[in-house]
């Protein structure tokens, strides 16, 4: 984390107010594209500080921005690690806290402080998060923009999506996706069927065509590159014999636990921060960090995995990052499995048991506030929102 | 003469063997089935079920490769899938919001 | 087929289906003796699959190389791709419903 944005030869720099919303993982991602188009050489990502320094929420507040800040540099490195044209070194990305020394009210104050800010650091551009509403009030992105155009910047809104649920799942069409869908569908159905009766055929035909035209835009969310994807699948074929080690190693280990009759289990929740893509690659990783026994994945919430472990041994292994780091060499290659390990990189934590290192997480703490109150039990009880069996659960198993 | 022809040891055969797996199976789906009734939340009986469904797509492609019945297998497949969305489904629904997945 | 009655071969099948049943015992065990929801939700997903890979494994050995072994072990991937994907979609349903995993010193439920 950097302060002193110098801009590059290069096209300009572009300051981005941010805060935690829906869009804010996409306008990340459309930013880094299009730096690295050569648009911008450096991104400046910058939180106005709603509190004025010794209030007495001041450290809690300013903890909470600087994970958003944390946050925002992971994805935006992640995002150029996926562009293969540009070089990372090409593009800087800052983040940084604005304000902090008065309060701000409305939107004028937010665009003063803001072209102060592009003002010391020469940038001319300013991109704006759709759902950007820096106070809460919903109305404030509309003035913003209103006295944004009346200074020098050029501001134009992330062509990001809102999330309305409906349209989340629907991505472009495109023939390469299509063609996908439809060679996979068909050979699927072939494989069950005889690939040489004309019958199986011709109904396979039909059918992988209804599937690719309803479930082309639903499945994959980028064309399916030709270079690329046989080389993760080769060096996907080289991951699968070390995950089956992995899983038969620790299975034995959880089995000595599950059948010894004291049961020396000491479970906890925790949290890793993984350095992967969004979509295939982070599925990859949750769901071999659930196929190695004595790890469980809860929820994937932006990079933040929270991982339930059974032993002690399963969490320390999580926390070595061996299946991160394989991840990322079988879509990334090797140069990038070379990483620290999360307990190295300080990405982890620890929820409950007599190690904790943080407190146990909200089922909504990004959200909703309806089950705030039965979200910051800390572990110790059992919460209200539990369905009603627990006074007839009973001993299983004698001990 | 099919593998499952060929015999063990004491004239019984691979197909015997994997009858006692399957029989096996049939009495530790039992014991799970236990969870299944008794709770206490939600998500442990869609979790026993869920198992039991496996146990199940186990069991059907064992009698399938057992008895010579490789449409079994077919049942199977079908079986497996249809588990999954009903796991999938019910996590789902569970949660008020519909947000899971 | 010239090593269908290979000793190798007949071995192999006994031993992964004894190890299948094993794995499927512990899964058992674990359902049935785990105090929560999570840690039941471990050897579920766990367990279970290896205990169903062993065991798949072995009748694809004895279903040979034609379609139904080739069905087999599609199965096995099958289960291999879903069942931890399952176990994550019902742990994550019991964390959104407010379910705190259980520590040490809690009361089993």
Same mark, same amino acid.
């Given at each position: 984390m950097a302060d002193d944005g110098v801009p590059g030869s290069t096209g300009g720099s572009v300051v981005v107010p941010i805060e935690s919303t829906p869009t804010l993982r996409a306008t990340v991602t459309h930013l880094v594209e299009s730096a690295a188009d050569g648009e911008f050489s450096a991104i400046h990502f910058v939180v106005f500080a709603t509190w004025r320094d010794g209030d007495p929420e001041a450290a809690d507040r300013e903890a909470s921005v600087d994970r958003l800040l944390e946050r925002v540099s992971t994805w935006a490195e992640a995002d150029l690690a996926d562009v293969d044209e540009v070089d990372v070194d090409d593009v800087e990305v800052v983040t940084t806290v604005v304000g902090g020394d008065e309060y701000l009210f409305g939107a004028d104050d937010y665009v003063r402080e803001l072209v102060a800010y592009a003002g010391d650091h020469g940038i001319e551009h300013v991109v704006l998060d759709p759902e950007y509403t820096p106070v809460g009030n919903t109305t404030l992105l509309q003035s913003l923009e209103f006295a944004l155009s009346r200074t020098d910047l050029v501001v134009r809104e992330a062509p990001v999506a809102r999330p309305t649920r409906r349209e989340r799942l629907r991505k472009e069409a495109t023939g390469i996706r299509f063609a996908a869908i439809f060679g996979l569908s068909l050979a699927f159905y072939l494989a069950l069927g005889d690939p040489f009766y004309p019958f199986d055929v011709v109904t396979g035909v039909a059918s992988a065509t209804v599937v690719a035209v309803t479930l082309s835009r639903v499945s994959l969310d980028a064309d399916p590159s030709l270079t690329r994807t046989p080389i993760r699948l080769l060096r996907g074929a080289v991951y699968v014999p070390v995950l089956f080690f992995e899983i038969l190693k620790s299975n034995l280990v959880v089995a000595r636990v599950i059948l010894d009759p004291r049961m020396p289990i000491e479970p906890s929740l925790n949290r890793v921060r993984v350095i992967v893509g969004s979509g295939l690659p982070i599925t990859t990783l949750a769901n071999s960090i659930t196929l190695t026994? @004595?790890?469980? +994945?809860?929820r994937a919430r932006d990079g933040d995995l929270y991982v339930h472990s059974l032993i002690p041994w399963a969490r320390d292994g999580l926390f070595d990052g061996s299946l991160e780091r394989w991840t990322r060499f079988v879509f990334y290659g090797r140069e990038a499995a070379r990483l620290p390990t999360p307990r190295e990189r300080d990405d982890v934590g620890i929820f409950q048991g007599p190690d904790a290192t943080e407190e146990y997480p909200g089922a909504r703490a990004d959200g909703g506030s309806e089950r705030e109150g039965a979200a910051v039990v800390d572990g110790s009880t059992a919460d &209200? +929102?539990? &369905?009603? @069996?627990s006074e007839d659960a009973e001993e299983v198993t004698p001990e | 003469m099919s593998v499952v022809d060929a015999t063990l040891a004491a004239g019984y055969t691979v197909g015997d063997f994997l009858l006692v797996v399957a029989a096996g199976f049939v009495i530790l789906a039992i014991g799970m089935l236990y969870r299944a009734v008794k709770g206490p939340t939600m998500q442990d009986r869609v979790l026993a079920v869920n198992v039991l469904g496996t146990n199940t797509v186990v069991i059907l492609a064992i009698l399938g490769a057992a008895l010579g019945e490789p449409t079994f297998l077919d049942i199977a497949l079908v079986y497996a899938l249809l588990n999954f969305l009903m796991a999938i489904a019910i996590s789902k629904f569970t949660v008020e919001r519909g947000g899971v997945l | 087929m010239i090593d269908a009655l290979s000793p190798v071969r007949l071995a192999l099948i006994v031993v992964f289906g004894l190890c299948g049943l094993f794995f499927t015992f512990v899964s058992m065990a674990g359902v049935l003796r785990l105090p929560d929801v999570y840690s039941r939700a471990h050897t579920a997903s766990q367990a279970d699959t290896l205990g169903a890979g062993f065991t798949l494994a072995a009748v694809a050995l004895a279903a040979g190389w034609d379609g139904a072994g080739f069905k087999t072990v599609l199965l096995l991937f099958f289960i291999f791709v879903t069942n931890p994907t399952a176990a994550h979609a019902i742990a994550r349903a019991a964390f959104e419903e407010g379910i705190v995993p259980w520590t040490e010193g809690d009361e089993r439920r």
């Open positions: 026994p @004595g790890t469980l +994945t809860v &209200a +929102t539990e &369905a009603d @069996g | - | -």
